[in-house]
Structure formats: structure tokens, C-alpha cells
């Protein structure tokens, strides 16, 4: 069937959608292995660590169990109350399980909310530099998404008078992550207040906080949500998850915190998408969060470990710029010194033409800047290992060095 025929029977909220990039490069990175190309893959933001054992051993003891019918749609209340009593530990948030949702990833309790919020035309304020999937999201529950830009020289985070500049009549929600993907910035406790009071002057305005990169932090202060902040509590959605800080992409197990109205809506509205996540995922997560954290700190140490010699090694890269990420395990470089410059075969025009010339050239999959608001940056993840990254970094170098 032509593609214009297949346009035409899609729908307008499907056909106005655009890919994600992180899953379209790796896409073509896959390609490029399979023709025989060792590509180091760079693009995806996902452990490199395998599933702690403990968890596995809950898996599998809840299949012996025959632990494999439906759950509840938020999710089984154990699991539900271990996440509110790690809400109040880590976090100060006083939740019940009533107003926990639990649904196959961090990603769907994203969706959940917004499409719970958001009515036509409803703006939402993002912090940008963005996770790739916040502003089609937004899209599809027929928001307009409203970009903040956060510059480089404030370590990528906006400022509380960009917030204020931002707010219309039509805001309905702010959305941001911290640690952010794809900058790592994280905001302290002081920047995240400053914005609560003004979120606390705009009674209509809700917050949602992606704190999925909680537990990999390098700052010396303890991580600190802003929906501990009293004056704005009730209007606060803390999402979070298990992929990230406990190794468990493949599981899709995320959840979000938030006032019961809010919480009942996204339970009506899952119960007609996907219902319950996984049961036996659901088992192996309250193992995660009853159980000694020890694992997922030893994987943030290793992460700092090779967040700082991947820095050593791009410092030695002339015309990149890099600012030193605060969490999560990515490194969000300034490359625009080499647009306009070519290797007499490729013309670099932007961040889309670079990752697909390291790509090509040197077999490197990384995620341009594009796709998360910032065109003069390229997106390295560090969860990979130290012979991988060093390897990486090599071929950029040499790659690099062909543009003039």
C-alpha cells in the first residue's frame, strides 16, 4: 500500500506523532551489526548492570507461587504500601498506598497523568533540555507543550523568573526531570523551592516531577523531591520507577505518587489501557524496595566512575564543550564547533548529520541533541563498559579529526 494511502487511514493524533530517536537510532545501529559492523552502542539510556539477584529470586519464587493472575489495577497493596513507605523515607512525602498507581514503566505513569490533566489547548511548561517522549506525549493528550530553554552556563536548569515568564492563562501542569535526561543537571533543594513558590502563587498549576534517576546522584546534598514542599503538595505527581536505579528496563515497572483524585483518574484510565502491570514484576519490585539498597549504590559509584573518564577523555577532543552532569549516566556535550565543516564526503549541518556520521564512520550510536530541544548537542551514554566507552571515544576522536 502507498504511504499516502496508509497517511490517510492512520489517524491525525497518530500521523502527527514523531518517532523517538532514541529507538530510531538504534534501530539503525542494528542494522549496521548485522552487516558485520562492531557498533558500540551508545544511544540507549539503559543499565549495563544484569537484574540483582535478590529480585530475579523473587521472580521466580512468585512463578513457583503461581503468583500469575490479574493484580489490581494500581498495582498489589503490598507493593503499593512499600512504595510509600520508601516515598516517606528517601523523599518526605506523606502518601498512602491509596494514592500510589503502579503501571508498566515510569514512561506510562508519564502518559497517565497528562492524559488525566490535559484538555485541548492546555499548556504544559517543559524544562529543556527534555526527555524525548515529553513533548509527544503531550501532543497526544492535545496539550501544547511550552519549551524553557535551561542554558548551558546554568549547568542546563531553568531559572524560577524563566518559569514565571512562561506561565499563561492556559498552563495547566510543569513537567521536568531530575536528574535529567539528557543534561544529568539535578536541582537542589533551593532552586526546586523557588519555583514552588511560584507554582504556589498559581493555584491551577500542577507539577509533575520524573525523579526515575533518583538514586543515581553525585551531589554531596541528599535528593530532595518538590513535592515534600508543603505549600504545593497536593498538586504534585512524583513519578518514579525500577528500570534506572534497580537495573529492571526489560521489567516495565514504574509508579506515581499523587493526590487521590488524581491517582482514582489514572486507575480508571489504565483499567481501559493495559490494566495491571505484570504480576510477577510486581512481586520482584517489592523485593527491590524491602530489601538493602546496596546493589543500586554500588551501581551509582561505578556510574561516577566512568562519568569521570569519559570526561578525561572528551576533554582531549578539540571543539567539544561538556558540563559536568550532576546524575543519571549521560553526558550531553556542545558539538557545534564542527557544523558546516565536512569530510568531503558528508557536510555536518547539525546534530541529526553528526550522530549519523559517527554512526557511520566510526560506528558509534549516540542520540543528537534534536531530539531532546538542544540542536547543538549529542547525547553519550556512560552505561556501558570502561573498554566500550574508551573505545568509543577513540573512534570519535579520530572520526572528529577528518572534519575540516
Known amino acids: 500500500m502507498e504511504l499516502v494511502q496508509v497517511a490517510q487511514l492512520l489517524s491525525d493524533r497518530v500521523n502527527a506523532l514523531a518517532e523517538s530517536e532514541t ?7 542494528r542494522e549496521l551489526a548485522a552487516q558485520g559492523h562492531k557498533v558500540i552502542k551508545l544511544n540507549f539510556g539503559e543499565p549495563d548492570f544484569p537484574t540483582p539477584q535478590h529480585i530475579k529470586d523473587a521472580a521466580k519464587q512468585a512463578i513457583d507461587d503461581n503468583f500469575s493472575y490479574y493484580t489490581p489495577v494500581a498495582g498489589i497493596n503490598e507493593l503499593r504500601q512499600a512504595i510509600a513507605d520508601k516515598l516517606k523515607r528517601d523523599n518526605n512525602l506523606d502518601w498512602k498506598a491509596e494514592n500510589i498507581v503502579v503501571s508498566t514503566g515510569a514512561k506510562q505513569s508519564i502518559a497517565n497523568a497528562l492524559l488525566c490533566l490535559l484538555n485541548p489547548g492546555d499548556e504544559v511548561i517543559v524544562f529543556t533540555p ?34 514565571r515568564e512562561a506561565i499563561t492563562p492556559r498552563t495547566k501542569a510543569i513537567l521536568y526531570s531530575s536528574p535529567c535526561n539528557p543534561t544529568g543537571a539535578v536541582f537542589t533543594r533551593a532552586e526546586l523551592e523557588a519555583i514552588a513558590e511560584i507554582v504556589a502563587e498559581n493555584e491551577n498549576i ?11 546522584n553525585f551531589l554531596q546534598e541528599p535528593y530532595f523531591s518538590i513535592g515534600s514542599i508543603a505549600a504545593i503538595k497536593d498538586r504534585v505527581a512524583t513519578i518514579n520507577g525500577f528500570s534506572k536505579g534497580f537495573a529492571m528496563t526489560g521489567w516495565r515497572i514504574g509508579y506515581m505518587a499523587a493526590p487521590k483524585w488524581l491517582a482514582n483518574a489514572c486507575d480508571k484510565l489504565q483499567g481501559q489501557v493495559t490494566s495491571a502491570t505484570c ?3 510486581q512481586k520482584a519490585a517489592l523485593a527491590g524496595l524491602t530489601s538493602p539498597l546496596t546493589p543500586t549504590y554500588e551501581m551509582a559509584k561505578v556510574y561516577l566512575q566512568r562519568r569521570d573518564l569519559v570526561l578525561g577523555l572528551l576533554n582531549d577532543i578539540p571543539g567539544i564543550k561538556t558540563e559536568i552532569p550532576d546524575g543519571a549516566f549521560y553526558l550531553f556535550p556542545d558539538v557545534s564547533a564542527y557544523f558546516g565543516k565536512s569530510d568531503g564526503e558528508s557536510v555536518i549541518k547539525n546534530s541529526d548529520d553528526l550522530s549519523m556520521y559517527l554512526l557511520n564512520k566510526a560506528y558509534i550510536a549516540l542520540v543528537p541533541g534534536s531530539a531532546f530541544g538542544a540542536d547543538k548537542c549529542i547525547r553519550i551514554s556512560y552505561a556501558a563498559a570502561n573498554e566500550d566507552l574508551i573505545e568509543a571515544i577513540r573512534r570519535m576522536k579520530e572520526a572528529l579529526a577528518k572534519l575540516q
Request: proline share 2%; no cysteine; aromatic share 12%.
Open 279 to 281: 504480576s510477577i514484576t
Open 206 to 216: 500542577f507539577v509533575i516531577a520524573d525523579e526515575i534517576y533518583e538514586y543515581i
Open 130 to 163: 527534555y526527555w524525548v517522549s515529553y513533548s509527544e506525549m503531550i501532543k497526544l493528550a492535545e496539550g501544547t507543550a511550552v519549551l524553557v530553554e535551561g542554558k548551558a552556563e546554568n549547568g542546563y536548569k531553568v531559572t524560577p523568573q524563566q518559569v
Open 23 to 29: 529507538i530510531a537510532m538504534a534501530k539503525k545501529a
